[in-house]
């Protein structure tokens, strides 16, 4: 497999900016479900909200944080006493309104109390005030707000409670002979709830200060509802127990659905972008989102005449011939962006156009241009990035064909057949990138990178007549070298793709470019990657239990260890380090073994084979990579090798446990 080289890496776009908030709205680059925050790091987290202009805010026992995404970590906002914490219950406790303004439920003299956190509130109060109790003596159990300021709380109860500011509050009571499950707000004029009568989810909208039956749809099972600004909003089936699937509505319809593992709490949306929740399949905190690449395409903002005339002007004096103006650069990689800022920035207006429509183009080319710069910049690292992630996998590839002692010319592999997924592999290093990298380069822009992997996978599964790179790929041993530099060649090209599309959709541009500059999508100017050199672990082994059933299998013996007459067990020619076994005994200390060992494929199904047997550092490499002996010799937890018994054998009674693997190069 040929090495990639890299090129010299330019300068990183990005400053190390300490800011918190996000863009507005939050978004991800393709649909699915990724990684976001770093776990265990956040494992004080009892709940996690966001709001609709991207700011992810976080409560735990103590304090109110909220997550810089370019630091990679929480900051401290404020003072809070979790109101009676459980073991990873994720209340509704916390409800932001934006990276500035956030209401959250705390404990006080262990009372439930709500309070308002803004930052111009005097800092002599810690920025926070108490709001007046809820009447009746209720008590609050959950909050939500929406990104106009619009604030609900739902009280033990079973009513809702609309806080009216200095008015105090306005009831929203359950229909009569029903509790409210949940409730939900998106903005003033569209606040959800969900009530359970004879059985029957039923979701609610408050219409003039009165819940009615907000559509026809069923919502049966339904664990979570989340109302987004836009009135669209998200529902899931999923829970701690149980799996399910998250769905996204607009305008009653389902716009996108996503099969969501058991062990999913605390889910947390607020626009049609994206929806956080904590997974415990998954193993921290995710988000499903609508990405930006899979947006409706949006044309260019729409021009009067003479701003028309304005664009045409404006665009022969930066000497663009092209008659469709200074857009049409766009994709040139030999455009002087930059140049064409700055003359922007001095041109002189003529007479004859108006002071507004001037500033308006100027000032709307001026934003273009600026995204237009960090787009390119932003695909630059992604390239660079895209080469390190080709490097890891060549290098991977190569030191698990050495350990497990294959020919190097793949035209000298064996011909045995594999599969490999190769989505896992794109997943494995996904992980662990974010994991490693998150300070040093915005998980967004790994999933960028990983985005332009998956697009190879699908293609190099499509040559293949599979569906995508989540089907497993059957091909002969000596083809996968060839497959993986397809692959990396394929992800060059997807970079390109995705450019050009950014780059030609306003929709795309704009929204990529208000990403950046807010911080979500960043590159440290320090990013260095030989940070993210060592990756190689995450996928290796994936390799390791593709390759190894072409050239090793397991041989199942049963041997008998007596003294009258005597007979011999033991397979003595194996080295313990290839091998497994269990015994019972009687009272006269007779013994029936059961070993499995780990030969080549063509070694004598016997007793005292004599291998050959893998080498030692091989098995010691393995069993470094979150594997066991046990899933190894079993064929457990993705480990399928061939196995083949001696003639005899007779499986062990249920119940009989394994001995102590041992690590040793020397046979019995």
């Not at 450019?499 to 320090?526: F, H, M, N, R």
Request: hydrophobic share 40%; net charge neutral.
């Amino acid at each position: 497999m040929n090495a990639v080289v890299a090129a010299p890496m330019p300068t990183l776009f990005r400053s190390n900016s300490s800011r918190t908030h996000a863009a507005r709205p939050a978004l991800g680059f393709r649909t699915g479900i990724s990684p976001a925050l770093a776990y265990p790091e956040t494992m004080e987290n009892q709940a996690l909200a966001v709001a609709a202009d991207g700011s992810i805010w976080t409560l735990t026992m103590n304090s109110v944080g909220q997550f810089s995404h370019s630091l990679g970590r929480l900051n401290k906002v404020c003072d809070n006493k979790l109101y009676r914490p459980t073991p990873f219950g994720f209340p509704h406790h916390l409800a932001p309104v934006n990276f500035e303004r956030a209401f959250f439920i705390q404990s006080k003299n262990n009372a439930a109390v709500v309070t308002e956190y803004q930052q111009d509130f005097p800092e002599a109060d810690g920025f926070v005030k108490f709001l007046a109790a809820l009447p009746d003596n209720d008590v609050p159990s959950a909050i939500s707000a929406g990104s106009d300021g619009c604030m609900c709380v739902l009280g033990n109860s079973g009513n809702a409670w609309l806080y009216k500011g200095a008015e105090g509050w306005q009831k929203l009571a359950a229909p009569a002979g029903t509790r409210l499950l949940q409730v939900s707000v998106g903005a003033a004029d569209f606040i959800l709830a969900l009530n359970r009568q004879n059985g029957q989810d039923q979701l609610l909208r408050l219409q003039n200060g009165t819940w009615v039956k907000h559509n026809t749809l069923q919502h049966q099972g339904v664990t979570w509802i989340g109302a987004c600004e836009g009135k669209e909003y998200w529902w899931t089936t999923a829970d701690m127990q149980k799996g399910g699937e998250l769905h996204l509505m607009r305008e009653d319809a389902i716009v996108k659905s996503f099969n969501i593992p058991k062990g999913a709490v605390g889910f947390a949306a607020a626009t049609v972008r994206s929806c956080y929740f904590f997974s415990f399949e998954l193993g921290g905190f995710v988000r499903a989102a609508m990405g930006i690449m899979d947006q409706p395409d949006q044309a260019w903002p729409s021009m009067t005449p003479e701003q028309k005339q304005i664009y045409n002007a404006m665009s022969k004096d930066l000497g663009v011939v092209d008659t469709k103006g200074v857009r049409s650069q766009y994709t040139n990689i030999n455009s002087p962006i930059s140049t064409w800022f700055s003359t922007l920035t001095d041109i002189v207006r003529p007479e004859k156009f108006t002071v507004t429509d001037w500033e308006l183009v100027r000032d709307q080319l001026k934003t273009e241009l600026a995204y237009v710069q960090s787009i390119n910049t932003l695909s630059i690292n992604v390239g660079l990035l895209n080469q390190s992630v080709g490097l890891i996998y060549t290098n991977t590839y190569n030191q698990v064909v050495k350990l497990m002692g294959l020919p190097e010319k793949t035209s000298e592999q064996p011909s045995g057949v594999i599969n490999v997924i190769l989505d896992q592999l794109a997943n494995k290093l996904e992980g662990a990138l974010i994991d490693k990298a998150k300070t040093y380069i915005g998980s967004e822009a790994v999933g960028i990178a990983m985005a332009c992997y998956k697009f190879a996978n699908d293609e190099m599964a499509k040559k293949h007549k599979l569906a995508d790179g989540t089907v497993p790929l059957i091909i002969a041993c000596s083809e996968l070298a060839g497959i993986l530099n397809e692959i990396n060649l394929e992800s060059e090209k997807a970079r390109g793709t995705y450019q050009k599309a950014i780059l030609t959709d306003w929709g795309k541009l704009s929204g990529c470019g208000e990403a950046i500059t807010s911080g979500v999508w960043y590159w440290s100017p320090d990013t260095n990657y030989t940070e993210i050199k060592n990756l190689g672990p995450s996928i290796a082994l994936n390799f390791y239990q593709s390759l190894m059933p072409v050239k090793w299998k397991i041989i199942l013996c049963q041997g008998v260890q007596t003294y009258q007459p005597p007979l011999n067990p033991y397979m003595r020619n194996v080295p313990r380090y290839s091998l497994m076994f269990k015994t019972v005994s009687d009272d006269k200390q007779n013994k029936i073994y059961w070993w499995w060992a780990c030969t080549e494929i063509g070694a004598g199904v016997e007793q005292q084979t004599d291998g050959p047997f893998p080498n030692q550092k091989l098995m010691e490499a393995i069993f470094a990579l979150r594997t066991t002996p046990l899933d190894f010799f079993t064929g457990q937890n993705g480990w399928k090798l061939s196995v083949a018994t001696v003639p005899g054998y007779r499986a062990p009674p249920e119940g009989v446990a394994w001995q102590a693997y041992e690590n040793a190069g020397f046979p019995f």
